[in-house]
């Protein structure tokens, strides 16, 4: 045990500040900085790290390309413990060479969209971009980028890069509708709350199609702040309010670990009532 407490401290810095769960008393985080620190672990050069490419259900059927790490630590997220540890898990791929894995299991599954999913798909930039290029020259029908828009906000030429693509739809995640719910929720500075809204801005100014969701569940989001979301939307366009896609929390295993990290009782949550007066 002495040996261990030694090499951790010799380790101190960087490498033990990289936020994995969120826990009671958390030191807010900047997630640009998170950002970069995993950008440093899970890209290389135009490659990143995948774990699976496989089809889901969800969109009506979509191949996917399950991907590492995410700048945010949202205490409700479903995807897998790469998010946390992104060091263990995943091999690198090329933009080529993921297109054709997610191409071969839309073949494989009879489904003609596409996405990246599993961990935030705007992190290595270059990645993206080049398996945006790759799927331009297949005749699947639609790649669905999901994204926290964190990234999108803090740079405006990457939505103009993107712009340039056909065939790319984006669904933009907010987390919460007040700086302090987006805190709470996802372990990031609250002056990065803006970044998500400007993000949705600049789709709208660059013509990119998208659509904007939101983890309102009432078990997690208060109504007023649910109410003070919309608001913001119908300030920036009243359709994004009127055609807002609400998400609800589901008790995967990954969830369940995270909530208890973060001193929440699941099994008390999830038993509790979805009732929320419109």
């Known amino acids: 045990m002495a040996h261990y407490l030694r090499r951790r401290s010799a380790l101190a810095g960087p490498k033990w500040s990289y936020p994995r769960f969120l826990m009671l008393g958390f030191k807010p985080f900047d997630p640009l900085w998170l950002a970069r620190e995993t950008e440093r672990i899970a890209c290389s050069g135009d490659k990143r790290k ?119 739809h984006v669904r933009v995640s907010l987390k919460a509708g007040t700086p302090e719910g987006f805190t709470a929720r ?14 949705i801005e600049a789709l709208l ?17 208060p109504r007023e702040e649910r109410q003070q979301l919309l608001r913001r939307l119908e300030e920036i366009d009243p359709f994004l309010a009127a055609n807002l896609e609400e998400e609800i929390c589901d008790p995967y295993e990954t969830t369940l670990v995270r909530m208890t990290a973060y001193g929440l009782d699941p099994a008390e949550l999830f038993l509790a009532g979805l009732g929320r007066e419109s």
């Not at 059927?61 to 992104?86: K, M, N, Q």
């Not at 996802?186 to 993000?199: D, I, M, Q, S, V």
């Not at 904007?212 to 078990?219: E, F, G, K, L, N």
Request: charged share 25%.
């Open 50 to 168: 995948y774990t699976a490419f496989y089809a889901t259900g969800v969109y009506a059927g979509i191949a996917t390309g399950y991907v590492v790490g995410c700048c945010l630590r949202c205490f409700f997220c479903w995807s897998g413990f790469e998010r946390d540890f992104p060091e263990f898990f995943g091999r690198f791929y090329g933009p080529e060479e993921a297109m054709k894995c997610i191409l071969a299991a839309a073949r494989r599954y009879g489904v003609d969209k596409a996405r990246i999913s599993g961990g935030e798909p705007t992190l290595c930039r270059e990645h993206l971009l080049g398996l945006l290029e790759a799927f331009q020259e297949t005749d699947l029908r639609l790649f669905i980028l999901e994204t926290n828009g964190i990234l999108l906000g803090a740079d405006r030429s990457y939505v103009r890069a993107l712009s340039r693509f056909e065939r790319v």
């Open 186 to 199: 996802t372990g990031a500075k609250p002056e990065a709350f803006e970044l998500p809204f400007r993000a």
């Open 205 to 221: 100014d660059e013509g990119v199609s998208f659509h904007v969701a939101a983890m309102t569940d009432p078990r997690l989001m």
